[in-house]
C-alpha cells in the first residue's frame, strides 16, 4: 500500500536555484557552530538532497502536525526503493529529532550524516528513515533561552508543541496530529531500531552522551540479550574509541550521581516505550546539556553513524533475532504491567564525574550543590538497571468494544490494529472488571487527569452484544500495545488517560427520606445483610455516626443502585470465537 505522496516542487528548486545561482553544496557541511537549523532550513537541506540523489532518496511529507503542515520524513535506500517489500527486505533504522525541539543536536547531526552517507555511499543492507524535526509546532515557536541551564545554540525551538503538548508524552492518548502521523511512518517501516535524539538534564559530569536503553526486561527475552551482550557492548566501545565515552543516562539514585543511577522507566507514552512495544530495539541518546553545542552534535552523530554501521554489518543476525522475537511474543499468555526499581540488584560501570561539592548560596545564604570541574574523577558506580514487576495479566483471546466506544476503534486502527465486527447480536459470558480504586492528579498533566495505582477485579457476565460491537484478536504482533492500551490498570492505558471517565461518575441518586422505608425493609427481609451492616457499624466509628453513609451502603446493595458505574466496558473473551460470527471492519 503506497501511503506516502513523494514530494516534488519542480518550481521551489527552480526559484531556489536562481536565487542562489547554486542549488547544491558540492562538500558535506561543516558541524555548525552553536547554531540550529531552523524548521525551513532543515527542510531546504532535505529537499537540496532529495533533489540531487533522486535514486537513492526520498522527501516525503506524513499526515499533518497540530502546527498544520505535514511531519517531514527523509528515506535513504541504497537501491532507491521504498516498496513495502524492499523495507521487510532490510533493516530500518527510525531517527526521530526534535521532539523537543530545544534539544536539536539530532536535527543538525542526522543533515550531516545524511549529507556524508550519499556523498561517501549508503550502505547495502539499511533503509535510513530521518524525520527530520518531529514537533513542526514548537521549532517554528523560536526563542534565545527557554532552556534555562543548556549551553547553546544561540537560539532554539520550544518544547510545547503548537498545542503546548510534550509529544514526548503523546504516544498513547494521541491528542496530537503529530502523534498520528508518527503511527503512520512507525508501522509503515517497522524499524529494526529506533532512535529519538535529546539532551540532557540534571548533573554535571565529563561524558558528553549518555544513553537510554528502553527497558529491557520489557522486551522478548532473546531480542534483550542481544541487545544487552551485543549491540550496546559495541555502541559503547565506538564511542570510546571516538573520544566520546558514554554511560547510560545519568539518572541519580540520590542527588549526585556518586551513589549510582537508575535506568528510567518510561511506559509507552514515551517515544520509545511506544516503538518497544513492537519489538523494535530503541534508545534514546541525550547528550549532555553543559558541553558545547558541537560537542553535543558530533557525538550524536558519531552514536547514529556507529549504528548504521553496525546494523549493516549485522543484518542476517539482527534480522533473525527480531524475527524469532516478534514470532515468540505472539505465543505469550503473561504480560508484567506494573513495574517497580530493584533496589537490591545493580551493575558498576566506569563513570567520569565531577567532584560534587557544597558551599554557601549567594541567593539563599543556605548550602548549595556545585560540581568541582576541577576535581573531575573516574571511579566505578553503582548502576541500577532492573525493575520488578508488580502486576501480571493473562492475555484474553479478544476484547470486545461496544460500539458507543468507538474513538478507542479508531486509536486501533491509527495503529495498524486489525478490528472486526459482530454480524449479528451475539451473546457471550466474558470477563468484566469493576474499576475498585484509582488516584488521580491534582492538577492537569499533558491535558489530561491522569489516573494511576487503578486497581479493578475481574467479574464473569453474560453479555449481549449488538450486531456491529467490535472485536480485537490479541494473539498477534501488536499484542503487547494491545494489552498496554485496553487493560485499565496499565500504567499508560486509555482508561489511565481519561478515555473512560463516563463510567466513574454515579448517574441516579437517591432521597434519604424516601429510600429509608426501603432500606428499612430490606434490612427485615435480608438477615445476612443485616449482619453485615450491623458489623460494619461496630467496626467503623466515622459510619456509625453518618446516616448517609449508611443509607447509600444499602443502596448500593439494593436493585436500585445502576449496574454500569464503575464498570469498565470493555469485557475480555478467554476462548477463541467461530469467525462465522465476525466480519472485517475498516
Ligand atoms: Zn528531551
Known amino acids: 500500500m503506497e501511503i506516502f505522496s513523494r514530494?516534488?516542487?519542480?518550481?521551489?528548486?527552480?526559484?531556489?536555484?536562481?536565487?542562489?545561482g547554486n542549488s547544491f553544496a558540492q562538500t558535506p557541511a561543516p558541524f555548525l557552530i552553536n547554531e540550529t537549523h531552523t524548521f525551513a532550513s532543515a527542510f531546504k537541506a532535505y529537499k537540496n538532497m532529495a533533489e540531487r540523489y533522486p535514486t537513492k532518496c526520498q522527501f516525503q511529507q506524513i499526515g499533518s502536525s497540530d502546527y498544520g503542515i505535514p511531519v517531514p520524513l527523509f528515506l535513504m535506500n541504497e537501491s532507491g526503493l521504498f516498496t513495502a517489500a524492499e523495507i521487510?527486505?532490510?533493516?530500518?533504522?527510525?531517527?526521530?529529532?526534535?521532539?523537543?525541539?530545544?534539544?536539536?543536536?539530532?536535527?543538525?547531526a542526522s543533515i550531516k550524516l545524511a549529507q556524508d552517507l550519499l556523498?561517501?555511499?549508503?550502505?547495502?543492507?539499511?533503509?535510513?528513515?530521518?524525520?527530520p524535526i518531529y514537533n513542526v509546532g514548537g521549532a517554528h515557536n523560536r526563542n534565545c533561552c527557554s532552556r534555562a541551564n543548556q549551553n547553546g545554540p544561540s537560539e532554539y525551538g520550544f518544547r510545547g508543541n503548537a498545542k503546548n503538548l510534550d509529544l514526548n508524552r503523546d504516544f498513547i492518548k494521541a491528542d496530537s496530529k503529530n502523534t498520528l502521523a508518527f503511527y503512520k511512518i512507525f508501522h509503515y517501516l517497522n524499524p529494526s531500531i529506533f532512535i529519538d535524539t535529546h539532551t540532557s538534564n540534571g548533573a554535571d559530569y565529563q561524558h558528553t552522551m549518555t544513553l537510554i536503553t528502553s527497558q529491557l526486561n520489557k522486551m522478548n527475552p532473546e531480542l534483550?540479550?542481544?541487545?544487552?551482550?551485543?549491540?550496546?557492548?559495541?555502541?559503547?566501545?565506538?564511542?570510546?574509541?571516538?573520544?566520546?565515552?558514554?554511560?547510560?543516562?545519568?539518572?541519580?539514585l540520590g542527588k549526585t550521581p556518586d551513589d549510582g543511577?537508575?535506568?528510567?522507566?518510561?511506559?509507552?507514552?514515551?517515544?520509545?516505550g511506544y516503538t518497544n512495544l513492537f519489538n523494535t530495539i530503541s534508545y534514546v541518546t541525550e547528550a549532555h546539556m553543559l558541553k558545547t553545542y558541537e560537542e553535543r552534535v558530533k557525538s550524536t552523530y558519531l552514536f547514529l553513524n556507529e549504528m548504521v554501521t553496525y546494523v549493516d554489518n549485522n543484518?542476517?543476525?539482527?534480522?533473525?533475532?527480531?524475527?524469532?522475537?516478534?514470532?515468540?511474543?505472539?505465543?505469550?499468555?503473561?504480560?508484567?504491567?506494573?513495574?517497580?526499581?530493584?533496589?537490591?540488584?545493580?551493575?558498576?560501570?566506569?563513570?567520569?564525574?565531577?567532584?560534587?561539592q557544597y558551599k554557601k548560596s549567594k541567593v539563599t545564604g543556605v548550602d548549595r550543590l556545585f560540581y568541582n570541574r576541577e576535581m573531575p574523577y573516574k571511579k566505578h558506580i553503582r548502576?541500577?538497571?532492573?525493575?520488578?514487576?508488580?502486576?501480571?495479566?493473562?492475555?484474553?483471546?479478544?476484547?470486545?468494544?461496544?460500539?458507543?466506544?468507538?474513538?478507542?476503534v479508531d486509536l486501533l486502527r491509527a495503529n495498524n490494529i486489525p478490528v472486526y465486527q459482530f454480524k449479528n447480536e451475539t451473546s457471550l459470558i466474558v470477563e468484566m472488571y469493576e474499576i475498585l480504586d484509582y488516584e488521580t492528579t491534582q492538577s492537569p498533566y499533558e491535558g489530561h487527569y491522569l489516573h494511576s495505582k487503578i486497581k479493578v477485579n475481574p467479574i464473569k457476565q453474560n453479555v449481549t452484544y449488538r450486531k456491529g460491537d467490535f472485536v480485537v484478536p490479541v494473539k498477534n504482533e501488536n499484542i503487547r500495545f494491545i494489552i498496554e492500551t485496553l487493560e485499565p490498570h496499565a500504567p499508560d492505558s486509555y482508561f489511565a488517560w481519561n478515555y473512560f471517565d463516563a463510567v466513574l461518575q454515579q448517574?441516579?441518586?437517591?432521597?434519604?427520606?424516601?429510600?429509608?422505608?426501603e432500606a428499612a425493609e430490606m434490612l427485615d427481609t435480608d438477615p445476612g445483610l443485616k449482619t453485615d451492616f450491623e458489623l460494619k457499624k461496630a467496626k467503623d466509628t466515622s459510619f456509625a455516626n453518618n446516616s448517609f453513609a449508611q443509607l447509600y451502603y444499602l443502596y448500593k446493595k439494593s436493585p436500585n443502585y445502576e449496574q454500569s458505574n464503575n464498570k469498565y466496558p470493555i469485557t475480555r473473551l478467554m476462548k477463541s470465537l467461530d469467525p462465522q460470527l465476525l466480519e472485517a471492519s475498516y
Request: hydrophobic content about 40%; some cysteine.
Open 7 to 20: 514530494f516534488k516542487c519542480t518550481f521551489c528548486v527552480l526559484i531556489f536555484c536562481l536565487i542562489t
Open 88 to 108: 521487510e527486505s532490510k533493516n530500518v533504522i527510525l531517527i526521530n529529532n526534535a521532539i523537543h525541539p530545544g534539544e536539536p543536536c539530532g536535527v543538525d
Open 119 to 131: 556523498e561517501g555511499g549508503l550502505p547495502k543492507n539499511v533503509i535510513i528513515a530521518i524525520i
Open 224 to 252: 534483550a540479550t542481544y541487545t544487552r551482550d551485543k549491540l550496546n557492548p559495541y555502541l559503547f566501545n565506538k564511542m570510546e574509541e571516538g573520544n566520546y565515552p558514554m554511560v547510560p543516562y545519568v539518572h541519580p
Open 261 to 272: 543511577i537508575i535506568d528510567y522507566l518510561e511506559t509507552p507514552r514515551y517515544s520509545t
Open 315 to 356: 543484518h542476517v543476525e539482527l534480522t533473525e533475532v527480531r524475527n524469532k522475537a516478534r514470532k515468540a511474543l505472539i505465543e505469550k499468555k503473561e504480560f508484567a504491567l506494573n513495574w517497580i526499581q530493584n533496589t537490591t540488584q545493580f551493575d558498576t560501570i566506569p563513570f567520569l564525574g565531577y567532584t560534587a
Open 383 to 408: 548502576y541500577f538497571n532492573t525493575y520488578i514487576p508488580t502486576s501480571y495479566v493473562t492475555a484474553p483471546e479478544y476484547y470486545i468494544i461496544p460500539q458507543a466506544w468507538d474513538n478507542i
Open 507 to 517: 448517574k441516579e441518586w437517591f432521597s434519604p427520606y424516601v429510600f429509608e422505608d
